[in-house]
């Protein structure tokens, strides 16, 4: 986007005033220049973010004051740093730095591992840079090409909650994932994850999509604080009927204050038609995650969390409530964030500082769909605790995306 439609859409807003010295203060960073979107505050305005110790000090029009170090973020946005409710970076070592150049400051992997080797996941978790935890599949060989728990006796209980035991500090809920082909008993096993989940006072995340129960029979078994995840899965067993009309089950399962998440992933969890009905009956997803793994660079589906956040950009939501999604919305569901997802004052310093570019942009969805949109996001700097780090190049003539 050029300048004048830069100022353009961050005029008219209302910037939260701070009334802090800054100047009396010693400064480590200030990011200056960029239009800072925090939905947590409804800030979308021209301003500089200061930052000293590791918190934000000041969110201000053209701070006057001496730092350590600057960025100059004229012309791009500056937002809380992204949490990524839906990954699988504890695959492997990789996984936490490759999102971190994306603007990912905090992440969860969505049942990567079950109790077999969940010891793994958790110490890839521990050693991240940024706040990261982990879902323990309740399948105890975790994520399996031929089904997670196509045998019943691999959602094991017992197993599972030893495993929770010995890693209470990183493991944040019990994921189920429930399509047919993965679960041989959805039901059962939704029944087994819940016995896990309520021993510890933790959250189920189901994969949903093309089950072999009906929806409404699982959704009934989840509790408040429970995520379903993949909701833009097409039929069947999608959360909108074939007359484009919202499950009354999904409806109250959402009242009830259950979570819907997109995870955008690779294949069979979003497909455009299935997107568009929901969207048009006004059901937003909660969060936006990506699903995406440290392969997701050459998924045309995936790319990064940026490209999947240009969907929704493109394709139905405005920019701050695409941000919220993926910001101070996913800080709402697991205690681990529940001081990130903002600026405000006070808060740790992890800012997310993306590009908004104007052109042509393909987006391609889980069934090899395309359709073009006029604005992608591109990461540009991630300051993580108050210091930058090292950012992924992107070529300024990317013309093409996936989502």
């Known amino acids: 986007m050029n300048r004048r439609q830069f100022l353009q859409a961050a005029a008219g807003t209302v910037l939260l005033a701070r009334p802090f010295n800054v100047l009396s203060q010693s400064i480590d960073l200030i990011i200056k220049g960029g239009r800072v979107i925090d939905p947590s505050q409804r800030v979308n305005a021209i301003a500089d973010v200061a930052i000293a110790g590791g918190r934000v000090v000041a969110v201000q029009s053209n701070i006057a004051a001496g730092a350590t170090e600057f960025i100059d973020a004229s012309g791009k ?12 970076y504890a695959q492997d070592e990789d996984g936490p730095h490759v999102c971190l150049s994306d603007g990912v400051t905090g992440w969860v992997d969505a049942g990567s591992r079950g109790a077999d080797q969940i ?16 879902l323990i599949n309740i399948g105890r060989e975790g994520l399996r090409g031929d089904g997670d728990t196509m045998e019943l006796e691999l959602a094991d209980v017992d197993a599972a909650k030893s495993a929770i035991s010995r890693n209470r500090d990183y493991i944040v809920g019990v994921k189920a994932r429930l399509t047919e082909g993965v679960a041989i008993d959805d039901v059962e096993v939704l029944r087994r994850a819940q016995e896990v989940a309520t021993s510890f006072d933790l959250p189920v995340m189901i994969h949903m999509g093309q089950t072999a129960s009906p929806l409404p029979r699982l959704l009934s078994q989840l509790k408040r604080g429970d995520i379903v995840t993949h ?3 097409p039929p069947p067993n999608s959360i909108i009927d074939d007359d484009d009309h919202m499950l009354p089950e999904v409806l109250a399962a959402r009242r009830r204050g259950v979570w819907f998440d997109v995870a955008n992933g690779r294949t069979g969890h979003l497909r455009w038609d299935a997107f568009d009905r929901i969207i048009q009956a ?3 997803p909660d ?5 995406g793994n440290t392969t997701s660079r050459t998924a045309e589906s995936v790319i990064d969390f940026p490209n999947v956040l240009s969907k929704f950009l493109n394709f139905g939501m405005t920019l701050d409530q695409v941000v919220a999604r993926a910001t101070i919305n996913a800080s709402r569901i697991f205690p681990l964030f529940h001081d990130r997802g903002t600026l405000n004052v006070g808060a740790p310093a992890d800012v997310a500082v993306l590009e908004l570019r104007e052109g042509t942009f393909e987006f391609v969805d889980n069934y090899g769909n395309t359709r073009t949109g006029r604005q992608r996001l591109f990461p540009s700097e991630t300051v993580l605790g108050g210091k930058r780090v090292l950012t992924r190049v992107v070529r300024p003539d990317a013309g093409s995306a996936g989502a």
Do not use: Y
């Not at 740093?81 to 839906?86: A, Y």
């Not at 996941?121 to 990261?132: E, H, L, M, T």
């Not at 969060?287 to 699903?291: E, F, H, L, Q």
């Open 119 to 134: 010891d793994e996941a958790v110490a890839i978790a521990r050693a991240a840079p940024q706040p990261a935890r982990v």
């Open 77 to 88: 946005l500056v937002l809380p740093g992204l949490l990524d409710v839906h990954s699988h």
């Open 231 to 233: 909701m833009f899965a």
């Open 282 to 284: 006004g059901f937003w």
């Open 287 to 291: 969060t936006i995650s990506t699903d």
